[in-house]
Nanobody, 119 residues
Framework: QVRIQESGGAYVQYGGSLRVSCAAS????????MAWYRQAPGKQRELVAS???????TYHDSVQGRFTISRDTSKNTVYLQMNSLKPDDTAHYYC?????????????WGQGTQVTVSS
């Protein structure tokens, strides 16, 4: 059983900063990739940032230079530091944990945390 719990979502002012966290527990592979997605009303879910077990990071173009993803492997926790927030960053942010092993693909999602940026 894998459990994903996000936290840290809030209402922030334009240009402000916020850090959201995601703690994963259960039988998780040390090879797991962790990622943040977001979904705004009326839009498709999109990948915001991801980090592999080797700490290789990728970012959506719209957050490059403003957001930083990091992870604490010992705690199976991933963080997303968001700076210079814009109203377009308003969305429900979801954490995902996924890996592939001999038994196949594994992917788990949390319930998400809401980030709202005022204009």
């Amino acid at each position: 059983q894998v459990r994903i719990q996000e936290s840290g979502g809030a209402y922030v002012q334009y240009g402000g900063s916020l850090r959201v966290s995601c703690a994963a527990s259960g039988n998780i592979s040390h090879l797991a990739e962790m990622a943040w997605y977001r979904q705004a009303p009326g839009k498709q879910r999109e990948l915001v940032a991801s980090i592999t077990y080797l700490s290789f990071k990728t970012y959506h173009d719209s957050v490059q230079g403003r957001f930083t993803i990091s992870r604490d492997t010992s705690k199976n926790t991933v963080y997303l530091q968001m700076n210079s927030l814009k109203p377009d960053d308003t969305a429900h942010y979801y954490c995902s944990v996924r890996w592939h092993d001999y038994s196949g693909d594994h992917a788990y999602w949390g319930q998400g945390t809401q980030v709202t940026v005022s204009s």
